[in-house]
């Protein structure tokens, strides 16, 4: 639903709370900038479905755009115990590995060596809960260590440090950020991670937006 | 010397008219829609979606591979390319994966897209991936369970339809505008 669709109904004689039940039913790409909201009044349609169409489009999941190419938020709902080959060859020294996984080779976007990440944070949300992780390619998945257990050091949890790479991020306007990398990424399979998104209880090991580098 | 003031005028009036019709007819940027042609620069970013389901061990190289252009490429107010044409690209690099964990790999070189005036014009950049790491499992499962563990193949390199990818104008190009109606 867009701008000349709301004109139209309001054209139409259709009520407000019609065309508000209409908005908030529908998936929207309304344009919101002065001018728009000028032609809007211009075209008679009440401030009160002018406010419904203002807050149909407050976000509230980040909207995320690397090298320019949008990309959706995915949940990592899937999770295997990995190293344990490893783990007996070596009489226990080394841990067994806590992996969770996104399914597919690789992500849906291509991005480059040195990935221009423009995020949009919903109100509430800040830039420090972002951080840019390299995933393990393996075939039909790309995998995030979690957590080890056994091994030289007991027990950890939480995504090795060595993991997450350095990142600089730049306010853009409101809550507009642009991320860049500190050093240019490797070939491989990333996400941005989302922290503290993670709830183990209900099988979700974090929420973020994965991405190829070539 | 001294210039007399009329002698002045009619040198910089000469200069003026020269300039102008001196101006090259293809312009870059702001101000080339009234000659006819505008300036791709070289460089600029397009972003395209691969419309095939790309896996290493069925492709050839040299096989074509086609892309669609996702947002309209606007230059002085005129799109140049616009959204939803066709680009066109071909496998550079196709290996399968193999035995010993060998993974497969697909590289994709980006060669055209079509603007408005049907001109083809020259892409460059494209995609290389690897089928995922599987030599440490590998190594550590022959350790393990001997040379059977040999035969246990590695991935094959996949590129899935509907992938978002950039491409970048190689060198500057010049395309006509279209006469509006």
């Known amino acids: 639903m867009d701008n000349a669709r709301v004109i139209q109904m309001s054209q139409k004689g259709l009520g407000d709370d019609v065309i508000i039940a209409r908005i908030k039913s529908s998936v929207t790409r309304f344009k919101l900038s002065d001018d728009d909201l000028a032609d809007l009044k211009k075209a008679s349609v009440s401030d009160k479905v002018v406010a419904a169409m203002i807050d149909s489009t407050r976000l509230t999941i980040p909207r995320v755009q690397i090298d320019g190419n949008p990309v959706q938020i995915h949940t990592i709902g899937e999770q295997k115990v990995g190293g344990r080959l490893g783990h007996d060859l070596t009489m226990g020294i080394k841990s067994v590995k806590n992996k969770a996984y996104l399914e597919g080779q690789h992500a849906s976007v291509i991005a480059s060596r040195n990935p221009v990440i423009e995020i949009e944070l919903p109100p509430n949300d800040t830039i420090d809960n972002y951080i840019v992780v390299e995933m393990d390619g393996k075939g039909d998945r790309r995998e995030l260590e979690i957590g080890s257990i056994g091994g030289t050091v007991g027990e950890k949890v939480g995504i090795r440090s060595d993991r997450i790479m350095r990142i600089s991020a730049a306010p853009a306007g409101g809550q507009h950020y642009k991320i860049t990398t500190v050093e240019q990424l490797k070939k491989g399979e990333y996400i941005l991670y989302a922290v503290g998104s993670a709830d183990f209880p209900h099988g979700v090991y974090g929420h973020g937006f994965d991405f190829t580098v070539q | ?181």
């Open chain 2, 1 to 181: 010397m001294k210039t007399s003031p009329t002698l002045a005028f009619s040198m910089l009036f000469l200069l003026f008219w020269g300039s102008i019709a001196a101006a090259p007819l293809v312009c870059q940027g702001s101000g080339g829609a009234a000659s006819g042609k505008l300036t791709v620069p070289g460089g600029t970013v397009i972003h395209l979606v691969l419309m095939d389901d790309l896996q290493g061990r069925k492709m050839k190289v040299g096989e074509q591979v086609h892309f669609l252009v996702r947002e309209d490429q606007v230059i002085d107010r005129q799109i140049l390319i616009r959204n939803g044409s066709i680009a066109v690209g071909h496998i550079a690099l196709a290996t399968k994966n193999g035995f010993v964990g060998k993974s497969g790999k697909l590289g994709i070189q980006i060669d055209s897209a079509i603007a408005v005036d049907g001109t083809k014009i020259r892409l460059r950049g494209g995609p290389e991936v690897v089928g995922g790491r599987e030599g440490a499992v590998t190594a550590a499962a022959t350790a393990e369970y001997g040379p059977g563990a040999l035969f246990i193949r590695g991935w094959d390199a996949r590129i899935p339809v509907g992938t978002k990818l950039n491409a970048f104008v190689d060198g500057d190009q010049a395309v006509s505008i279209p006469p509006k109606p």
